[in-house]
C-alpha cells in the first residue's frame, strides 16, 4: 500500500528565506507526483506536476524535484513571501487514476 | 473558464439523517474523482468515475456512501445514515481526457464541509 509522509509537519521562516519542503512515498512505481497548496478553509490549488519520466518541473519561485527509484521529492521556495504562508501537500498517483496525498506541511513566513 | 464548483459550502446535518453533496466539474474533463479530508490530514480518495461509470469506488468507506454521474458531467455523493465521523470536507476534482504519454492533472474544488451532530 502507498504511503505519503512530509516533513516537516509545520515551519516557520523569516520573510526572504529560502526553504525546502520534504515529501517521501513508499511505492517506487507511480505515474506523476503533484505538489498543491491548501489555504485555510479552502479547496486544493494545483502548483506543480511532475510526471514519472521527468526530474524538476519549475513555476517562478518554485521548483519541484522528483527522485523516483528512492521515492523522494523536494519543493524549494525561493525567496519567501508571507503570501506563502499555507499548508503544502504532496500526492502520488500510483497505478489507476487517485492520487496518494500526505498529510502536509504547514508553512508560516513571518513578515 | 470556470473550474471546479461544490454544493453547498457547508453542510450541517443530524446524525441518523441523509446528504447529498453536489460536484460540477470543468467542462469538458471526462474524469471527475471525490475524496475526503478530516481535520489536519491529507485528502484520502473515494471513487473515481471516467465518464458515467463509476471506475473505482474502492474508497468508499462503507455502505452508506453513494456516488452518481447519470450525465457524465456534475456528480452528487450521497451519505446515508449519517454518523459523526462522517463530518470532514468533501472535495471533488475533475481532470481532461488523458493526452498522449500524460496522465491527467487533477483540479479541486473548494469543497463542502459536512458537519454531523
Known amino acids: 500500500k502507498q504511503e505519503v509522509t512530509q516533513i516537516p509537519a509545520a515551519l516557520s521562516v523569516p520573510e526572504g528565506e529560502n526553504l525546502v519542503l520534504n515529501c517521501s512515498f513508499t511505492?517506487?512505481?507511480?505515474?506523476?507526483l503533484q505538489w498543491f497548496r491548501q489555504d485555510p478553509g479552502k479547496g486544493l490549488t494545483s502548483l506543480l506536476l511532475?510526471?514519472?519520466?521527468?526530474r524538476e518541473q519549475t513555476s517562478g519561485r518554485l521548483n519541484a524535484s522528483l527522485d523516483k527509484s528512492s521515492g523522494r521529492s523536494t519543493l524549494y521556495i525561493a525567496a519567501s513571501q508571507p503570501g506563502d504562508s499555507a499548508t503544502y501537500l504532496c500526492?502520488?498517483?500510483?497505478?489507476?487514476?487517485?492520487?496518494?496525498f500526505g498529510a502536509g506541511t504547514i508553512l508560516r513566513v513571518k513578515s | 473558464g470556470a473550474g471546479v464548483s461544490q454544493t453547498p459550502s457547508n453542510k450541517v446535518t443530524e446524525k441518523g439523517k441523509y446528504v447529498e453533496l453536489r460536484c460540477d466539474p470543468i467542462?469538458?474533463?471526462?474524469?471527475l474523482y471525490w475524496y475526503r479530508q478530516s481535520l489536519g490530514q491529507g485528502p484520502e480518495f473515494l471513487i473515481y468515475?471516467?465518464?458515467?461509470?463509476?471506475?473505482?469506488d474502492s474508497g468508499l468507506p462503507n455502505d452508506r456512501f453513494f456516488a452518481v454521474r447519470p450525465e457524465g458531467s456534475v456528480s452528487t455523493l450521497k451519505i446515508q445514515r449519517t454518523e459523526r465521523g462522517d463530518s470532514a470536507v468533501y472535495l471533488c476534482?475533475?481532470?481532461?481526457?488523458?493526452?498522449?504519454?500524460?496522465?491527467?492533472?487533477?483540479?479541486f474544488g473548494p469543497g463542502t464541509r459536512l458537519t454531523v451532530l
Open positions: 511505492d517506487s512505481a507511480i505515474y506523476n
Open positions: 476534482a475533475s481532470s481532461p481526457r488523458r493526452t498522449s504519454g500524460g496522465i491527467g492533472e487533477q483540479f
Open positions: 511532475i510526471q514519472s519520466s521527468q
Open positions: 468515475f471516467q465518464g458515467t461509470g463509476a471506475a473505482d
Open positions: 467542462s469538458g474533463h471526462t474524469a
Open positions: 500526492a502520488v498517483r500510483p497505478n489507476g487514476n487517485k492520487l496518494v
